[in-house]
T-cell receptor, first 110, second 114 residues
Framework: SQKIEQNSEALNIQEGKTATLTCNYT??????LQWYRQDPGRGPVFLLL?????KEKRKERLKVTFDTTLKQSLFHITASQPADSATYLC?????????FGTGTRLQVFP | EAQVTQNPRYLITVTGKKLTVTCSQN?????MSWYRQDPGLGLRQIYY?????VTDKGDVPEGYKVSRKEKRNFPLILESPSPNQTSLYFC????WGTGAGQEYFGPGTRLTVT
């Protein structure tokens, strides 16, 4: 069956460290993968998109990698700040819609 | 300002009482969709629309209806709500034609069915 897996356990890190979140998928061949940020009670907000022929994408302190052989994407936040605390969702574009993972909650403490 | 709006933001209703959640976008996007979000299950797509008068089922369409008579509006209709439809609902839009594919989400509607 098709699955998108993100670590359901919260990730707690200290301010200034690099946070790394994982998104694994099975039985999909996505043309691209996206990452979103979601704050409690709010709609997800788009962060980054990476295409299947791209290995890495960067935007300010954010970096995404996409390994279609491992069927995995890694999302990095460098120099993390308490304001980065949120839930991060990965999403695959499959056929004609986005399929979302359940998200990983990141908590950055001072 | 580019945005997706939903109304109402909060709704408490009783089983069987028909309701409509409105959704509107001002970005001239072709693609619109509805999701529900439940703890541990993540975002699941209910219905989507590729353009005016074109709608299709998502992963969890049972108990819901939609219509797309205008490009900017995509209302979600619950003809006979049941308690298992208590959830947080999001409307989203995107323009697939650009190739970007990012979805713009509304602020959410928290629905409670008693």
């Amino acid at each position: 069956s098709q699955k998108i897996e993100q670590n359901s356990e919260a990730l707690n890190i200290q301010e200034g460290k690099t946070a790394t979140l994982t998104c694994n998928y099975t039985n999909y061949s996505p043309a691209y993968l996206q990452w979103y940020r979601q704050d409690p009670g709010r709609g997800p907000v788009f962060l980054l998109l990476i295409r299947e022929n791209e290995k890495e994408k960067r935007k300010e302190r954010l970096k995404v990698t996409f390994d279609t052989t491992l069927k995995q994407s890694l999302f990095h936040i460098t120099a993390s700040q308490p304001a980065d605390s949120a839930t991060y969702l990965c999403a695959l574009f499959n056929t004609d819609k986005l399929i979302f993972g359940t998200g990983t909650r990141l908590q950055v403490f001072p | 300002e580019a945005q997706v709006t939903q109304n109402p933001r909060y709704l408490i209703t009783v089983t069987g009482k028909k309701l409509t959640v409105t959704c509107s976008q001002n970005m001239n996007h072709e693609y619109m969709s509805w999701y529900r979000q439940d703890p541990g299950l993540g975002l699941r797509q209910i219905y989507y629309s590729m353009n005016v008068e074109v709608t299709d089922k998502g992963d969890v369409p049972e108990g819901y209806k939609v219509s797309r008579k205008e490009k900017r509006n995509f209302p979600l209709i619950l003809e006979s709500p049941s308690p298992n439809q208590t959830s947080l609902y999001f409307c989203a839009s995107s323009s697939w034609g650009t190739g970007a594919g990012q979805e713009y989400f509304g602020p959410g509607t928290r629905l409670t069915v008693t």
